[in-house]
């Protein structure tokens, strides 16, 4: 699951709380992805070194405010530095640039300014969250399509904010990675060694 957020930002529980809850849902690797900052991200690195937890993985990510409009996760194996809201383009080539993935979050949600639109048409984007458990099975579809087109692998997140939006999403990717490490399981998605998706319980194989 590489979106979901903690009270570094929007989200009602922390770093280790979510964490905690993805381990009994079965969840070895995610993405903490709080709005425009690592921190929450970083927050969770140091609660799995605090309890000696080396089975779990956490990509050290952030949930990026585009301008003038959409989100876009970038999923990085280490911290890279502090990043803030900048025009789609910068995001992408901030993310390549420090060895990073830039991942349009719900790029057709319909949400205010969350969406990107037409704008995932105008980068070669590495990946794309085609499938939110926030978003309608009309939306993630017109993600799906889009993701399609650009020739992007493709993401399933849960975008929880709290532990019990995570445990009710049953949305996430399954991957194969050839060991559980940051940088395998970005070069996974890379690579779209992806196995398939799963939407609120329903699998999709790509």
């Not at 205010?112 to 990946?127: D, L, R, T």
């Amino acid at each position: 699951d590489f979106h979901m957020h903690t009270r570094s930002s929007d989200g009602r529980n922390t770093a280790g709380e979510m964490i905690r809850k993805a381990m009994e849902l079965g969840i070895r690797c995610l993405a903490i992805t709080d709005h425009d900052k690592f921190d929450g991200a970083l927050e969770g690195r140091r609660w799995l070194d605090e309890h000696g937890i080396k089975d779990v993985v956490v990509l050290i990510g952030a949930e990026v405010t585009g301008r003038p409009v959409g989100h876009v996760l970038v999923l990085c194996p280490d911290f890279k530095g502090a990043i803030t809201p900048m025009p789609l383009d910068q995001i992408k080539r901030w993310a390549d640039a420090n060895g990073c993935i830039a991942a349009p979050a719900h790029p057709f949600s319909p949400y205010g300014a969350y969406g990107m639109m037409g704008g995932i048409y105008q980068e070669k984007w590495v990946a794309v969250e085609v499938f939110n458990a926030r978003d309608t099975l009309e939306v993630n579809s017109k993600n799906y399509e889009a993701a399609r087109q650009i020739g992007a692998a493709m993401l399933a997140d849960s975008d929880a904010h709290s532990v019990e939006e995570l445990a009710n999403a049953n949305t996430y990717t399954v991957l194969d990675v050839d060991e559980l490490t940051p940088i395998s399981v970005l070069n996974a998605i890379r690579n779209r060694q992806i196995r398939r998706l799963v939407w609120h319980g329903t699998e999709f194989i790509l």
